[in-house]
Structure formats: C-alpha cells, structure tokens
T-cell receptor, first 116, second 113 residues
Framework: AQSVTQLDSHVSVSEGTPVLLRCNYS??????LFWYVQHPNKGLQLLLK??????LVKGINGFEAEFKKSETSFHLTKPSAHMSDAAEYFC??????????????FGKGTKLSVKP | DSGVTQTPKHLITATGQRVTLRCSPR?????VYWYQQSLDQGLQFLIQ???????AKGNILERFSAQQFPDLHSELNLSSLELGDSALYFC????????????FGPGTRLLVL
C-alpha cells in the first residue's frame, strides 16, 4: 500500500534562508506525488506534482521538489523563505491500490514557521 | 479561489444529531472527493464519487454516507454524531477519477457538543 512519511512535524527558518521539507514515500507502483499547502483557516492548495515526467518539479511561489527513486524521497525546497510561506505543508501520494482511482493519501504535515 | 464551494462554513450541533454538508465542484469536474481533517487522525480520505457513482471508499464510518447528484454537486451526511466527529471536512474535485490534481474547497468545520 502507498504511504508517505513527513520526517519533520515542525520546521522553523528565518526569512531569506532556504527551506527544506522532507518526505519519504512507499509505493508498489510508479507513484504520483504531490505537495499541498494549507494556510491557516484556508483550504488546501496544490504547490506541485510529479507524475513520472521530469524528476525535478517546479511549482508555484518558487517551490520545487525532486523525485529520487533510489531514496524514495520527494523533498520540497525553496531557495529563500518569505513570511507568507508560513503554513502547513502536506506530502501526498495518489492511491492506486485495489483499483482505487485517484484518492489522495496525505502525510501528517509539516508546519513551517518563518521568523523575521 | 479554487472554484469548489462548500456550505456551511461552520456547523455546531449536539451528539446524536444528523447533519448534511454540501459541496459544489468546479465547473466541468466530474469527480468529487470527501476528506476529514482532525488533530489526531490528520487528513483522511473518506469517499469518492465520479459522475454520480461511488468510485472509491476510504476510512468512512457506516454512520456517514454521501451521494453525488445529476448536477454533480455532492452531499455528505453524518448521522448519530459523536464528539469525535468534530473535524474539518473538505471536499475536492477533479476533472476525471484518475490520479491527478484535486482542487479543494475551503472546508466545513463541524463541532459536536
């Protein structure tokens, strides 16, 4: 069965410094992987997705993620954090097991804090 | 704004009661998904409908049910409510039922007292 593990529940960075949010996945299939962001009291927004094309995926707001099959990782990075990046980030795999047709399996989430 | 709407935004009710949450997908999207977000369980997939038919089931309790209507809006019915059902319920939609981008609504926050 597919699963994702977000290695940090909370990450704190200073504004202008790099962001690294770590995610490992487990999948019997060639996975589709996503990062979603949830700002306080808001719904979830797709940041980027990997669907077996280029392994380096660029998303919105300067975020990108690299799919590494050998490490079963899909870490999210951003070169320079902005105050508006403070939110909760979810690593997500698309469930294809048992004939399922695309429901998402979410990690526990990583809360990103950005200090001025 | 994702284009997915959910009503109501907030709902406060008592144990044992029944509530209905409503979701309108983005124009043109045929698939609707329901998720529950709680502090202890995180975000969990409940159920998916595609063009009016149930497509996949996740961790949905027997007390919960859903349907998708001909106009593609969906309703999630929660009955015999318990304190532990207090959570944020999200609806998402996508064009097809296969793995891909899902667009999430703002959620309905349910509080069971």
């Amino acid at each position: 069965a597919q699963s994702v593990t977000q290695l940090d529940s909370h990450v704190s960075v200073s504004e202008g410094t790099p962001v690294l949010l770590r995610c490992n996945y487990s999948s019997s299939y060639s996975p589709s992987l996503f990062w979603y962001v949830q700002h306080p009291n808001k719904g979830l927004q797709l940041l980027l997705k990997y669907t077996s094309a280029a392994t380096l995926v660029k998303g919105i707001n300067g975020f990108e993620a690299e799919f590494k099959k050998s490490e079963t990782s899909f870490h999210l990075t951003k070169p320079s954090a902005h105050m508006s990046d403070a939110a909760e980030y979810f690593c997500v795999v698309s469930d294809r097991a048992g004939g399922s047709q695309g429901n998402l399996i979410f990690g526990k989430g990583t809360k990103l804090s950005v200090k001025p | 704004d994702s284009g997915v709407t959910q009503t109501p935004k907030h709902l406060i009710t008592a144990t044992g009661q029944r509530v209905t949450l409503r979701c309108s997908p983005r124009s043109g999207d045929l698939s609707v998904y329901w998720y529950q977000q709680s502090l202890d369980q995180g975000l969990q997939f409940l159920i998916q409908y595609y063009n009016g038919e149930e497509r996949a089931k996740g961790n949905i309790l027997e007390r919960f049910s859903a349907q998708q209507f001909p106009d593609l809006h969906s309703e999630l019915n929660l009955s015999s409510l318990e304190l532990g059902d207090s959570a944020l319920y999200f609806c998402a939609s996508s064009v097809t039922g296969t793995p891909g981008t899902q667009y999430f609504g703002p959620g309905t926050r349910l509080l069971v007292l």
